[in-house]
């Protein structure tokens, strides 16, 4: 049985019998708490070897934790009533599963279930079996108080009703203070499709601003930890953002879904073999960061390999006994593993194997079976390890990096027909240390480093991996994601046209080929949720000086403001201006300058009595950012200084001033003292 809409006289009463039904969620959720510890204490009395106890143990303590530290809201946000008579007649749907006892049927479903897709892609020509849509309403900010639930709508897609969502019109524009919420309440068909495809398929999303890339990938890991925990837990997801205050600020919409202990970093984090202690000038960090540079480390590592210019025979004493290989099997030994091209670690245990195992055959040919002990004592022993040493020998990515660098020589032969002199020049190190331990590693080097690493050894890699503003990335750098995710699969995001690094993706084609993964599905998102009409439009008439092939966003959103103030002579006063103005209106307010400018405009913002927080102090009502940090953030308020300063600041500046215009979420204010860039 399906309700009908409910009117003004019995709406109170629909209100009253769904908040009963929250108020037993709520029950529920206390009761799956509690049982969760119990389990743990029965875990810890079972009996078990001591590997399998702990893992239990981890387990348990696990599902306990997560459960006790879920975010305090609404534990439903939609329901639906199936025509049907197969199904449950209604389900509940919200962030996690919860029920009174494990084996009842569910009082709310996760949002991630198969049955839950209904809510996100039933529709009025296709129903899926739907009779009522139901979307909840509650006051903004609840923490999950049963009589915070306000309001609701009915849509009867067995009518053939169609309607527009005023509750997810009201939770999309919202105003924002603070860290990133998640959208599974508001979550549209097509960013369902991208949210729920296949872990074996790596996914790029070129994002216009405003589309919602970000949260795509932040609710397609949720979903695949729901529906896949064996297979991603067991080699671990990882998300990647482009700078720490990034990740503060969606640290706290995956732990609202109920997903915890997924490791949120940046590139810079997950390679940092040393502190960043020097620079590179701007030819150099783009030298460094050429896919070119692979080739020539590459040469630069295995040019040791074999080339001992004297080479003595192995002779192994063993008793009466010597044993004996000859110089032309040992250069044969480093010849055959070389061409079998293996991690360098690999082939130089491969080396020392097989030198062995010619001293076993001998010595298995004169004195009968060795024993495993034999074996490892020759292998350890000086004659091999000597050998070893001199035709594959032990080196540190640091080493190989340093002398590359300081040698003249050695780079020389590297890169010949590679880079030319003049590029060779660009990367040698003006001041050399004096060895690879007092070297000051610049942030380009540690993507080098890197790269060597993985020449060396293989790292482990992770079952799925999140790319967001992956359009900045360079093609070393892509290397290096793409060494973490050698088997699992990716989900890029990002947007060409908010590329703002100097070696910025041009493409998606060849960047997904440097991540490993050509054969990538890349998907436009070009309808804006978030971002006014006018804001987008503004932003628009930049896309024709960024030089990338994207479509123009459109934003759904008719609200909004553009509002432009002339400076004059007095910019830090203009600006100071147009912050009250935004203050007068809802929600956070991000003051965006360029790099240099941004002390001046904190100072005068303080002088006026306003307080400026930074980026990344959450809660801040007003806070001042700089353009190189503003990627990936949202302002219900941005005041935007001097875009000519902004566009002129560096290389990409055009792409970085489309960045700025488009943080803004509810009305965006032009704060100019020279002519406009647009």
């Known amino acids: 049985m399906t309700p009908a809409d409910p009117s003004a006289d019995d709406l109170h009463t629909v209100l009253l019998d769904e908040r009963a039904h929250h108020d037993r969620c709520r029950a529920g959720l206390a009761a799956m708490a509690d049982g969760a510890d119990h389990q743990v204490v029965i875990g810890e009395q079972a009996s078990a070897s001591g590997a399998d106890a702990e893992v239990l143990g981890r387990r348990l303590r696990g599902q306990a934790k997560a459960l006790r530290e879920l975010p305090e809201g609404p534990l439903f946000f939609g329901r639906l009533d199936f025509a049907d008579g197969e199904r449950q007649a209604a389900l509940h749907i919200g962030r996690l599963r919860i029920s009174e006892h494990p084996a009842d049927p569910p009082l709310v479903v996760d949002w991630r279930a198969p049955v839950a897709r209904a809510f996100y892609q039933a529709s ?32 009867h897609l067995d009518r053939g009703e169609s309607r527009v969502s005023e509750i997810v019109a009201r939770e999309i524009e919202r105003p924002r203070i603070g860290p990133m919420r998640d959208i599974a309440a508001t979550i549209q068909p097509e960013q369902d499709d991208l949210v729920r495809g296949d872990l074996a398929v790596s996914l790029c999303v070129q994002g216009a601003p405003g589309t919602g890339k970000t949260a795509v990938g932040l609710h397609r890991a949720a979903y695949l930890l729901y529906t896949h925990p064996q297979r991603i837990r067991r080699g671990g997801l990882l998300i990647l953002g482009p700078n720490p205050t990034f990740l503060s600020y969606i640290s706290e919409v995956l732990p609202a879904l109920g997903e915890t202990g997924v490791r949120q970093s940046t590139l810079a984090a997950e390679i940092a073999r040393h502190p960043v202690r020097g620079s590179d000038d701007e030819r150099a960090a783009r030298l460094k960061h050429d896919i070119r540079m692979a080739e020539v480390l590459r040469r630069a590592l295995y040019a040791r390999v074999g ?58 040919r004169r004195a009968g079976p060795q024993t495993a002990a034999w074996t490892q004592r020759v292998s350890r022993g000086r004659a ?105 699969s990716l989900t890029v995001l990002g947007d060409l046209a908010q590329g703002t690094t100097p070696w910025a993706a041009r493409d998606w084609a ?53 509002r432009f103030r002339a400076a004059g002579d007095d910019l830090p006063g203009a600006v100071v201006g147009a912050v009250r103005d935004a203050l007068g209106r809802e929600g956070s307010v991000g003051v965006i300058a360029a790099d240099p400018d941004v002390a001046r405009v904190r100072e005068a913002l303080t002088a006026a009595g306003i307080r ?38 560096e290389e990409r500046g055009p792409h970085r001033l489309y960045v700025v215009l488009t943080r803004a979420v509810a009305g965006l204010e032009v704060v100019h003292g020279r002519p406009l860039p647009f």
């Open 510 to 562: 060849s960047a997904m080929a440097y991540l490993g993964k050509p054969d990538a599905v890349v998907v436009p998102l070009t309808t804006g949720f978030r971002v006014p009409r006018a804001i987008l439009e503004l932003a628009d008439r930049l896309l024709a000086r960024l030089a990338v092939s994207v479509p123009p966003a459109r934003s759904l959103r008719a609200d909004g403001e553009v």
């Open 307 to 364: 080339r001992a210019e004297s080479l003595a025979p192995v002779v192994v004493a063993d008793g009466s006994y010597r044993w004996r290989v000859p110089v032309d099997a040992l250069r044969g030994i480093v010849e055959g593993v070389r061409a079998e091209e293996p991690p360098y670690a690999v082939g130089r245990e491969r080396v020392r194997s097989r030198a062995v195992r010619l001293l076993r055959e001998q010595a298995e």
């Open 612 to 649: 400026a927080g930074r980026a990344d102090e959450p809660g801040e009502r007003v806070v001042v950012v700089p353009a190189r940090e503003v990627k990936g953030l949202e302002y219900d308020q941005v005041v935007a200084v001097e875009p000519a300063a902004i566009a002129e600041a």
């Open 384 to 488: 091999v390890g000597a050998y070893v040493e001199a035709v594959w020998p032990k080196v540190r990515p640091e080493e190989v990096v340093a002398e590359l660098f300081t040698d003249p020589e050695v780079l020389a032969d590297a890169s010949a027909g590679v880079l030319d002199d003049d590029e060779r020049k660009a990367l040698l190190w003006a001041r050399p240390p004096r060895s690879w331990k007092s070297a000051r590693w610049s942030a380009a080097d540690l993507v080098l480093l890197d790269e060597v690493a993985g020449l060396i050894e293989r790292p482990e890699g992770y079952g799925h991996v999140v790319v967001d503003e992956a359009q900045d990335l360079s093609p070393m750098e892509c290397r290096a994601i793409a060494r973490r995710s050698p088997f699992g």
């Open 124 to 155: 009025a020509r296709d129903p899926q079996g739907v009779a009522v849509r139901r979307r909840f309403g509650w006051a903004p900010g609840s923490r999950g108080d049963s009589g915070d639930l306000t309001g609701l709508e009915d849509e």
